[in-house]
């Protein structure tokens, strides 16, 4: 039996706070190798919140989902049908903001200019493309209540597909909801990855027609059961690497020297995993290893911030650097809204 908290309180609040927190630490220093980052930052238990605390396109992003999602349960029920519309026009206006000047993704650049016409999402969705873009936003979707496993996960794909139409990017997507939505319900740390393990197993073959339509055709798979098959065989692998680095756990050494450098999807929630895991009572900690790595900074920070604040809760951040993070006030109303 895998040990089970109570919910944590203000999980989602404390999900979205220690996603920006985390965004807005890794933005300086991204790009950047090791040594660089600590010649400007000093050493990295010490890192402090920048002045002002800017977010990037990982923040932005995340909100525009969360203002989708809400749209549409707004109307009833979420249903691929009534979460479509809402989520085009907010990737759309996201991708033509004059805020979005924070290195946003080619992948989701690409796809919301596609998305801005008449055409199939499917058509708009960069088939290729696995890149972190699509799991960085995903974590509203692990935080509204009432969903079904069927409505959550096939949000969490649906989202992800509308720019990276890669399995990977699908599954990886899916995998990162489910460990926010696991840890906001109470579930110990220490069997999360077992938990995501199971999830991967159970639902490698499982093609969400009803929330992907045809996007398994555009792929040149030989049917949908194998092109999702694809992406949960690399996040299993990934959570592999997980597992063996926290065998011999080494809080000095790089994270992505051992799960990845985060670029891609199933990297991202791997590293991510990898910092919170170390540090499942120290989320400030955890974040500030996962900013110090010569990977994708700000992503992976970024989600090792939502596991940490699905965890612990709004608690667990500082409230000197809470008070000043970007957007706080639309991260404060959809947490507001998905704690009650």
């Not at 933005?27 to 660089?36: A, I």
């Not at 509204?144 to 509308?162: H, K, T, Y």
């Not at 926290?246 to 990845?260: A, N, Q």
């Amino acid at each position: 039996m895998i040990p089970t908290r109570t919910s944590t309180p203000l999980a989602a609040t404390g999900t979205l706070t220690g996603l920006a927190l985390g965004d807005a630490l890794g933005f300086p220093t991204e790009f950047n190798d090791v040594p660089s980052i600590l010649a400007k930052c000093g050493p990295w238990r010490q890192m402090q919140l920048p002045e002002p605390a800017f977010v990037t396109d990982d923040t932005q992003m995340t909100l525009a989902l969360g203002r989708a999602i809400r749209t549409a349960v707004d109307e009833g029920l979420l249903t691929p049908e009534r979460l479509v519309a809402p989520l085009r026009e907010e990737f759309v206006d996201w991708s033509r903001s004059p805020e979005n000047n924070r290195a946003p993704g080619r992948t989701c650049m690409t796809a919301c200019g596609l998305l801005a016409g008449d055409r199939p999402w499917q058509e708009a969705s960069q088939i290729g493309s696995k890149g972190c873009g699509a799991n960085m936003r995903v974590a509203p979707v692990g935080l509204v209540p009432g969903l079904s496993e069927e409505q959550r996960s096939g949000a969490a794909q649906l989202q992800a597909a509308l720019t990276h139409g890669h399995p990977t990017a699908l599954a990886a997507s899916d995998l990162t909801a489910r460990a926010v939505f696991l840890l906001a319900r109470g579930a110990e740390p220490m069997g999360l990855i077992g938990r995501l393990r199971s999830y991967a197993y159970e639902n490698g073959d499982r093609y969400p027609h009803r929330w992907l339509g045809d996007l398994w055709r555009y792929a040149g798979d030989p049917s949908p059961e194998a092109y999702i098959r694809r992406g949960w065989d690399e996040c299993l692998t990934a959570l592999d690497t997980v597992q063996e680095a926290l065998r011999h756990p080494s809080p000095e050494t790089d994270p992505c020297e051992r799960t990845g450098d985060g670029w891609i999807a199933e990297e991202a929630i791997a590293t991510a995993l990898h910092c919170f895991l170390l540090f499942p009572g120290d989320p400030v900690t955890a974040l500030r290893r996962a900013a110090c790595t010569r990977g994708d900074s700000d992503s992976l920070s970024c989600l090792t911030g939502a596991l940490a604040g699905a965890h612990l809760g709004a608690a667990a951040w500082p409230q000197e650097w809470a008070e000043r993070i970007e957007y706080r006030s639309d991260l404060l109303s959809l947490g507001a809204l998905w704690d009650a």
